[in-house]
């Protein structure tokens, strides 16, 4: 009996958090640390999101991913040398936030984006042509299925030689 109960008020306390936290984010106030190059302060009335140094570096990598059409691996390179050491494949992650280019998307809002508060690291139009470039297939590759019977298990096959 006392276990169904703890369950009960643990599904009611989940409830509330989730119905908080999305009222929270359609309001424009973000309820986790803020992302990779801002700095967040929040009081119980206001909450600011400034771009910060790492900001900076990261809008000039957005950049060059939009005007330079660079790879990761080569914005990782020359970001580094700049300061920032990031994996490219963080940079992917980066590239694909909203979060940078003023817009909140979060696990509580049910596949719903919506306008943030937050100082816009990059245009929206910057945003959407790096994320074009990042849909693009760069290298060539193809996923081959010829298993029916697992479809999941593929092979790849070079475009330039054909082997698989």
């Known amino acids: 009996m006392e276990l169904m109960f703890a369950r009960y008020d643990n599904a009611a306390k989940s409830r ?14 973000w309820i986790h640390a803020a992302p990779r190059g801002f700095d967040m302060k929040t009081t119980r009335t206001q909450q600011s999101i400034q771009v910060n140094a790492e900001g900076k570096l ?15 691996e080569e914005i990782r390179v020359k970001m580094q040398a700049m300061g920032l050491n990031l994996s490219k494949q963080r940079w992917t992650d980066i590239f694909r936030n909203p979060f940078y280019c003023g817009y909140f998307s979060h696990p509580y809002l049910q596949g719903e984006v919506i306008r943030g508060q937050q100082e816009q690291l990059v245009s929206e139009k910057i945003f959407l042509k790096v994320n074009e470039l990042l849909s693009q297939n760069h290298n ?15 092979t790849l096959k070079c475009p330039v030689c054909g082997k698989t």
């Open 16 to 29: 509330m958090v989730k119905d908080n936290g999305r009222k929270a984010l359609l309001k424009g106030r």
């Open 58 to 72: 990261i809008r000039k990598a957005f950049l060059m991913k939009a005007e330079q059409n660079l790879t990761n």
């Open 140 to 154: 060539g590759y193809e996923h081959k299925t010829d298993k029916e019977y697992a479809p999941l298990l593929g």
